[in-house]
């Protein structure tokens, strides 16, 4: 070993080991191979068959059968991502660097969309402008005839828009809230106004984030099911799901291509942050205000029309419609086609299902983030990239890969339509939920109480479970709410591979609304909001305000 002059061998060791340089373990490297090998396995088999299939792949890639779908795709996924950039970044400055009125409840009930499934809230506008939904009924009594029909790439772009925009809204606020307000005195000092201040100084901070989270809304988009399918508008999604059954390979083919686009949105948005991770400046004062005066009024209209197409007119939608099934089962027109069962039993699933897959999960990633974060290396990043990359993989690809691959599998044809394959696709498909989270748990243990520890006779086993596993629990819980509350949203998956009779809300939801019965529909709803709102208070709007 060669050693700096005048350094001995030992206190290079401690150098090393003070910077995080130890030699992992064989069994943590061994296990964390293994999460890897299993996190793969959905995409890997979705790739091998269709590189195995039968018929000329470039004739089927060429055609207009997928040419045309895949242009909707992405046409979809630009429109919503550049103004989700526009939306979020706008309402972030307005809420963290301005005197907006009431700038704390905006900062309370801007991210609180994010408690709609985007299915969901399609289909609250859609009861919502039907005749005898509210909003038809409003504009009927005063004398407007409403013929407005959301269909096609309008409404996609508008529902997707509504319920996305807070993904970029989230990282920006949080960045500039940590800007320090130095760079924006300096450029007032040598006369530059506020617009010019914003435009030369501002967003040149937080363009990463801005990016980061315009490629995670692209990444939701592109990957949506129920809102594009309830919008009559054909993305990859509803081609891979239309032509599952009847023609695999040509489905297998665009689970490629999905695919494929997903992964290289990820890749995009991991490289945008690391660069924003060596660029970007954390202030120690606190973030600059810039007064509206004559500006307070437009600016608090655009609040208010944002959250409230975005939040209020769903939940009025949703709760009109729960009230007239209500209101009809009490004047004995017409029962409700929901019992106490029907509530109590999707439910119940719902909440049971969603704890054991973040437990899972968190179980699953925990060596993945001990790696990372002990022992850093080009194997640990390979090992988390194959982890990210299920949070890649659509739910509806991932549902797709684990019904065919039980299929064909004979050592695994019991697994078919059971409960274990569908927590193995929640676990795959939201793992990189939990990885960052865990990652920084196990970062936040000085690692001179395990050092401790050891001293004291404690072994590795020892020390986990007494030492560092309760300091490292506030964060792997986190990390495992915010799996709970995708898991809670997730329908494609759940739909496909969830065994026969096993009811959630999302399915229910689902099952529902196609078949007409709106009052079920938006009562179901309101079950499945108010469990998402509680999370995402506990998760994101709290945490977010602590930081503000």
């Known amino acids: 070993m060669v050693t700096a002059p005048g350094v001995t061998p030992a206190v290079t060791r401690t150098a090393r080991h003070g910077a995080g340089v130890r030699r992992a373990s064989p069994q943590l490297v061994a296990t964390a191979l293994v999460v890897a090998t299993l996190f793969a396995l959905p995409g890997g088999y979705v790739v091998w068959r269709a590189a195995t299939a039968g018929g000329d792949r470039l004739d089927l890639i060429a055609s207009h059968r997928t040419l045309d779908p895949l242009w909707r795709t992405v046409q979809l996924g630009v429109l919503v991502s550049a103004t989700t950039a526009v939306i979020g ?300 990359a299920g949070f890649a993989i659509p739910g509806l690809v991932v549902a797709l890969s684990l019904i065919f691959w039980t299929l064909h599998a004979s050592p695994f044809e019991f697994l078919i339509g059971t409960l274990p394959v569908l927590v193995f696709a929640y676990v795959v498909h939201f793992g990189a939920q939990a990885v960052g989270t865990s990652q920084v748990a196990v970062s936040a243990v000085p690692r001179r109480m395990g050092d401790a520890a050891r001293l004291l006779g404690a072994g590795r086993l020892r020390r986990l479970t007494t030492v560092e596993l309760p300091l490292m629990a506030p964060g792997l819980a986190a990390g495992g709410g915010l799996v709970m509350l995708s898991t809670m949203k997730e329908l494609p998956a759940t739909l496909l591979i969830s065994p026969i009779g096993f009811r959630t809300l999302a399915v229910e939801i689902w099952n529902t609304y196609e078949a007409s019965y709106l009052p079920e529909t938006a009562i179901l709803a309101l079950i499945l909001v108010a469990i998402s709102a509680l999370l995402t208070w506990l998760l994101v709007v709290r945490h977010s305000i602590h930081l503000s």
């Open 89 to 388: 970044t706008c309402l972030a400055w307005l809420t963290t660097r301005t005197d907006l009125p009431m700038r704390r409840f905006w900062r309370i009930v801007v991210p609180l969309p994010l408690v709609y499934p985007s299915f969901v809230g399609a289909a609250a506008f859609l009861s919502g402008l039907t005749p005898g939904g509210i909003v038809h009924d409003l504009a009927t009594a005063i004398g407007v005839d409403l013929n407005l029909r959301l269909h096609g790439l309008t409404g996609a772009w508008l529902v997707l828009t509504l319920f996305t925009y807070p993904y970029v809204y989230l990282p920006v606020a949080a960045r500039l809230s940590a800007l320090p307000n130095s760079l924006e005195e300096n450029a007032r000092l040598l006369g530059d106004r506020p617009m010019q201040v914003f435009r030369r100084v501002v967003v040149p901070q937080v363009r990463t984030s801005i990016a980061a989270g315009s490629l995670l809304v692209f990444l939701y988009t592109v990957s949506d099911f129920g809102a594009v399918h309830l919008m009559r508008f054909e993305t990859l999604t509803q081609t891979i799901y239309r032509t599952r059954l009847f023609d695999q390979d040509r489905s297998f083919t665009l689970a490629v291509l999905l695919l494929g686009l997903a992964l290289v949105v990820v890749s995009a948005e991991r490289t945008i942050a690391r660069r924003g991770a060596r660029a970007e400046l954390i202030g120690d004062r606190p973030a600059l205000r810039v007064p509206l005066r004559r500006w307070s009024m437009p600016s608090l209209a655009v609040c208010s029309l944002v959250i409230g197409l975005a939040l209020v007119a769903p939940a009025v939608s949703l709760a009109d419609w729960g009230l007239f099934g209500w209101f009809r089962q009490r004047r004995g027109v017409s029962a409700l086609r929901l019992d106490a069962g029907d509530l109590i039993g999707p439910t119940w699933n719902t909440v049971w299902i969603s704890v054991v897959a973040a437990v899972v999960t968190v179980v699953a990633v925990f060596p993945v983030a001990y790696l990372l974060a002990r022992h850093r290396g080009r194997l640990g990043g390979a090992i988390n990239g194959a982890v990210v």
